[in-house]
């Protein structure tokens, strides 16, 4: 799958990791290929992985605070999916983020989740084949795997 394709499916979200969204998306990937349901999982993996930085991954929950009025970090959970909504939200924000990282601190807001996205993969490929997939990617999009993102947590 091209990345052209990739982020015209990426568009039917409308910005947003719905799950009624992912689901449908899901639903329509699940028409094609199985080696397009598969190429789109490789995507994703992959724009989740790039975005997997320590910029990015250190910055605060915007709208929360500990007691002590401290910042709030992100969880790796948390960290993931932001990165998610940041791939939902399309192309342009995704490449944008990379040159300006005040455009991805509204993603780490505790309102946006973009957990639904990470389904659609292996929804699609249940949908296609009536079987679970047990999937492996090149890329890794859990937090902290990219090694050139987080330089000193290198071994």
């Known amino acids: ?60 929950v915007v709208d929360l605070t500990l007691r002590d009025g401290s910042p709030f970090p992100q969880s790796s959970d948390a960290f993931l999916y932001v990165r998610c909504a940041v791939v939902a939200a399309g192309q342009s924000v995704w490449e944008s983020v990379f040159s300006d990282i005040d455009k991805f601190v509204p993603y780490t807001s505790s309102e946006r989740d973009g957990e639904w996205l990470l389904s659609v993969p292996d929804r699609a490929y249940e949908l296609a084949t009536g079987e679970e997939w047990d999937r492996t990617t090149r890329y890794s999009f859990e937090s902290y795997s990219n090694r050139d993102g987080w330089p000193h947590l290198r071994d």
């Not at 009624?20 to 080696?35: T, Y």
């Not at 993996?45 to 910055?59: H, P, S, V």
């Open 1 to 60: 799958m091209t990345w052209a394709d990739f982020w015209a499916l990426i568009a039917t979200l409308n910005g947003e990791a719905t799950q009624a969204g992912c689901q449908r998306l899901a639903e329509e990937l699940s028409h094609r290929s199985v080696p397009d349901i598969i190429g789109f999982a490789e995507r994703h993996a992959e724009a989740l992985y790039r975005l997997d930085q320590e910029k990015f991954g250190t910055l605060p």
